[in-house]
């Protein structure tokens, strides 16, 4: 099964997300306030203050992975252009998954054969990678193989990232970047895969994707390449 870049009807409610973001951190610390102050009355009985924490930690808990998801690279120069090493770049966010990895008995290997450059902002395209091989892993639970591989051509950049896991359905995979859109009950956030399309479209790239039940699933990634770099970006 493959799916294609771009559906314009998803992206169009990409653009409004911002706002949706602050509202998806806001409630749930919002509910943690509330159990916060349920704690602080006077006469809370023992079973009830162990009730509370353990909401205030959910609550916690799930304002973290929407920040995971949306916001892990966010600094002031968000939004800037440079001139990305892939290579670096990758071997960055592989650094950042490999604790995951490990706890899921998931093995990475990297071919990046040559070097290839793309524009784009730096920290978008760490969240993006990071989202695609966070959920890779998550797909073996039980342990498996990632792969991420490279191919530069003068004109492309092509990315590739293959895991062993659970794959998908032709439905979940039609539904792969809708907003709010996660098979993993409770512990996913659904804005993921969203966050990898908008960015991926931003900076003109392409995904296709490939994925049976079962066995696994493959993103392909394609960016044009920036060519004519200066001797010091190269390092
Ligand atoms: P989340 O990871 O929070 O569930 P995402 O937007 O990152 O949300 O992913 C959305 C859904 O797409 C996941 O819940 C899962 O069903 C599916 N998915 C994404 N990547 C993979 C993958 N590598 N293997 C299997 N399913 C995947
Ligand atoms: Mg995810």
Do not use: W
Not at 28 to 54: C, M, N
Not at 64 to 78: A, G, M, N, R, W
Not at 93 to 117: E, H, M, W, Y
């Amino acid at each position: 099964m493959r799916k294609h870049l771009i559906k314009s009807k998803k992206l169009e409610v990409v653009e409004q997300m911002g706002a949706a973001i602050s509202h998806e951190i806001r409630n749930p610390l919002t509910a943690a306030i509330g159990f916060v102050q349920l704690l602080q009355e006077d006469r809370v009985q023992p079973s009830k203050r162990k009730e509370y924490l353990s909401l205030v930690k959910g609550e916690l808990e799930s304002a973290e992975k929407v920040i995971q998801d949306y916001l892990t690279f966010s600094k002031p120069s968000f939004g800037a252009v440079e001139v990305l090493n892939i290579r670096r770049e990758l071997a960055h966010v592989l650094t950042i998954v490999q604790p995951l990895a490990n706890k899921n008995s998931v093995r990475i290997t990297s071919d990046f054969a040559g070097v290839g450059f793309v524009e784009g902002d730096r920290q978008k395209f760490r969240q993006c990678f990071l989202n695609v091989l966070k959920n890779g892993i998550e797909a073996m639970p039980s342990g498996g193989e990632l792969v991420v591989e490279t191919l530069f051509t003068p004109a492309h950049v092509g990315i590739t990232i293959k895991d062993t896991g659970i794959g998908m359905t032709k439905d979940q995979l039609d539904r792969l970047g809708e907003p709010y859109y996660s098979t993993k009950e409770g512990k996913g956030t659904g804005l993921g895969m969203m966050v990898v399309y908008s960015i991926v479209r931003a900076m003109k790239g392409t995904i296709q994707v490939e994925s049976s039940e079962g066995e696994g699933t493959a993103f392909h990634f394609m960016f044009p390449s920036t060519r004519n770099i200066r001797k010091e970006n190269l390092s």
